[in-house]
């Protein structure tokens, strides 16, 4: 790659242009770290902890299982799991036998489930043993292709005498009844041996990993990223961040072999938590602290607190809501959260002032990225030390990414530097496509200067020293404390509604979140409904953090020439409101 405009004064002393040595399967991570570390901790949960062998050992397991019960080299396998310390293993074992990962938000309805089961093909599916998540599971697999059931319990990765009261006691969570086709995780992983299908894997070319997002039309769509995208993501990102490690050490690379912390508060069936959280903390064969719902104790986040004093959590990627969570809980002062040193932000703006207290808090750095689910995700990094690092900028490209800056007519016309226009990306950490969606693959793939470049569908610009300005959003897409809501999936549910003629869906500021849903319905001729009775029907059809948290209703809804409601007028005059008030 030629030198671009961020390789300047702002690009970070010792960090390499380009990356290398990440043509491998993304499950060399594991197998290198339990080589070369065996005895290092990966996982802890709940007082218990798992070294890298033996993860890797349930690893070989489980691919094992999955290639005697008919998964074969490209065969979907779902995920429906929170963060708990089976997933590792799961991810690197499904990849072991050949398959691809599908992993599915564990805040799904039944329906949702159902429909990315149906479209991505899954043949099994591993879900956590509780009365929700199992029932949810049970009835999403109908009609499916799914073949093969494995429940998780969480008995056998609690410390002996915990798992004995928890069963003794009934706090292990665990669904009513199990149907006898399904298969327990324990049987599964005892029943076979550590010796995974030989495979020639291709990572270039094969997929690891089948990811869904909204894309640009809020419709869901797999981005399949195969085992190059995401291995090369975690390379770039070892390649690029750098600090201190010690009190008035050097700036380094992240130490490996037990030396970090890193604890898992962003969920790992995204794209955010599986590769910065999950995958990196195995690649630099550090521990990685498991947390499947962020949000307990009390008051709400508590646990978190307790967990980054207890384990001494050095490293945390999360979102701005986390962030937001930390500086403003009322225990803060309560805990010494002064272990961490590099700390990681995306998926929204982060507020200046959020930075400054939770950094003056705890000593650490935080640094800001940006990237997509199509990008495996990250594209672009703040420098992780303070003389480089540019708040209110996503940072520099990585190592290997180049954007440019296009016209938001075509795709095909770079603009001068400093002019807003659609980032487009290119490096090997993009997507192969949408899975099995060749129309929208030519929405948002272009060939420039003979390299495929992915439109990002957000706009923004370079400034003078190359570090990227988003500056807004080219798609309606609302992101509620780091989880990505697009309208047309909460206007459909609506739209089921038998009161509803017209409805619209947009996010407003929130305090806490970052964005709230808000929906705009128009009723039927000669009906009356109250915003009490819709909120009442979303709390049955609709996720938790797709609901709307306000419902209006219109006689009319605004309208384009050509009949599309616009959106963007119902979100200007609802900020003009909260400006005039």
């Known amino acids: 790659m030629a030198t671009k405009p961020w390789h300047g004064a702002g690009w970070p002393e010792g960090v390499a242009h380009q990356i290398t040595d990440y043509e491998k399967p993304l499950f060399s991570l594991l197998d290198d770290a339990a080589r070369d570390y065996p005895d290092a901790t990966y996982t802890i949960f709940a007082g218990a902890s798992r070294t890298f062998v033996q993860v890797k050992d349930t690893a070989d397991r489980i691919a094992h299982f999955l290639a005697s019960r008919g998964i074969k080299r490209g065969d979907r396998v779902a995920i429906f799991l929170p963060n708990l310390p089976h997933y590792p293993a799961i991810f690197f074992g499904i990849l072991k036998s050949g398959g691809v990962a599908v992993t599915c938000n564990p805040l799904y309805l039944a329906s949702e489930l159902n429909f990315q089961l149906k479209d991505s093909k899954a043949k099994a599916v591993f879900v956590m043993d509780h009365p929700e998540f199992y029932a949810t599971a049970q009835e999403a697999i109908k009609d499916t292709e799914v073949e093969t059931v494995v429940i998780c319990n969480v008995k056998s990765y609690l410390p002996k005498l915990k798992g004995f009261l928890g069963s003794l006691l009934g706090k292990i969570p665990k669904a009513d009844s199990h149907d006898p086709d399904h298969v327990l995780f324990d049987e599964a992983i005892a029943s076979a041996r550590p010796e995974p299908p030989s495979l020639d894997v291709n990572p270039v070319e094969d997929a690891a990993l089948t990811l869904y997002t909204g894309g640009t039309t809020g419709v869901p769509k797999g981005a399949v990223l195969t085992h190059t995208a995401l291995h090369s993501n975690v390379v770039a990102g070892q390649e690029w961040v750098r600090f201190p490690q010690e009190e008035n050490g050097p700036e380094e690379r992240v130490r490996k072999g037990g030396v970090h912390t890193y604890i898992g508060v962003l969920p790992w069936y995204h794209s955010f938590g599986l590769t910065l959280v999950m995958l990196m903390s195995c690649a630099n064969a550090s521990k990685l602290v498991c947390i499947p719902n962020p949000r307990e104790g009390n008051p709400p986040f508590t646990g978190v607190l307790q967990a980054v004093q207890e384990h001494k959590v050095t490293i945390m990627v999360a979102v701005p809501t986390i962030y937001s969570a930390f500086v403003n809980h009322p225990l803060l002062d309560k805990f010494d959260l002064t272990s961490f040193v590099g700390c990681g932000s995306?998926?929204?703006?982060?507020?200046?002032?959020?930075?400054?207290?939770?950094?003056?808090?705890?000593?650490?750095?935080?640094?800001?990225?940006?990237?997509?689910?199509?990008?495996?995700?990250?594209?672009?990094?703040?420098?992780?030390?303070?003389?480089?690092?540019?708040?209110?900028?996503?940072?520099?490209?990585?190592?290997?990414?180049?954007?440019?800056?296009?016209?938001?007519?075509?795709?095909?016309?770079?603009?001068?530097?400093?002019?807003?226009?659609?980032?487009?990306?290119?490096?090997?950490?993009?997507?192969?496509?949408?899975?099995?969606?060749?129309?929208?693959?030519?929405?948002?793939?272009?060939?420039?200067?003979?390299?495929?470049?992915?439109?990002?569908?957000?706009?923004?610009?370079?400034?003078?020293?190359?570090?990227?300005?988003?500056?807004?959003?080219?798609?309606?897409?609302?992101?509620?404390?780091?989880?990505n809501v697009y309208p047309k999936d909460v206007e459909e549910i609506l739209y089921t509604h038998p009161k509803?003629?017209?409805?619209?869906?947009?996010?407003?500021?929130?305090?806490?979140?970052?964005?709230?849903?808000?929906?705009?319905?128009?009723?039927?001729?000669?009906?009356?409904?109250?915003?009490?009775?819709?909120?009442?029907?979303?709390?049955?059809?609709?996720?938790?953090?797709?609901?709307?948290?306000?419902i209006e209703f219109r006689e009319e809804l605004p309208i384009s020439v050509v009949g599309k409601i616009l959106r963007r007028v119902l979100k200007e005059e609802e900020l003009k409101k909260t400006q005039s008030t």
């Not at 996503?394 to 400093?418: A, C, H, S």
């Not at 949408?434 to 400034?463: M, S």
């Not at 619209?504 to 705009?520: C, H, Q, R, S, T």
Request: glycine share 12%.
């Open 346 to 483: 995306g998926a929204a703006p982060l507020p200046q002032e959020v930075i400054k207290q939770f950094e003056d808090r705890t000593g650490a750095i935080i640094f800001e990225g940006y990237g997509l689910t199509e990008t495996s995700p990250v594209l672009t990094i703040n420098p992780t030390n303070l003389t480089q690092r540019k708040i209110g900028s996503v940072g520099l490209p990585l190592p290997g990414t180049d954007i440019k800056i296009m016209d938001l007519e075509t795709g095909l016309q770079e603009l001068p530097q400093g002019e807003d226009g659609e980032i487009a990306a290119c490096g090997p950490q993009i997507m192969q496509g949408y899975w099995q969606k060749p129309d929208a693959d030519d929405e948002v793939f272009r060939e420039i200067e003979g390299n495929r470049y992915f439109l990002t569908g957000d706009i923004g610009h370079l400034d003078e020293d190359g570090f990227l300005i988003i500056t807004d959003r080219k798609k309606d897409l609302i992101i509620v404390g780091g989880f």
């Open 500 to 550: 509803v003629a017209n409805a619209a869906v947009i996010g407003l500021p929130d305090p806490k979140a970052g964005e709230k849903v808000k929906a705009f319905i128009q009723l039927k001729p000669d009906v009356e409904a109250t915003e009490e009775e819709f909120m009442e029907w979303c709390k049955t059809n609709i996720s938790g953090y797709k609901r709307p948290r306000e």
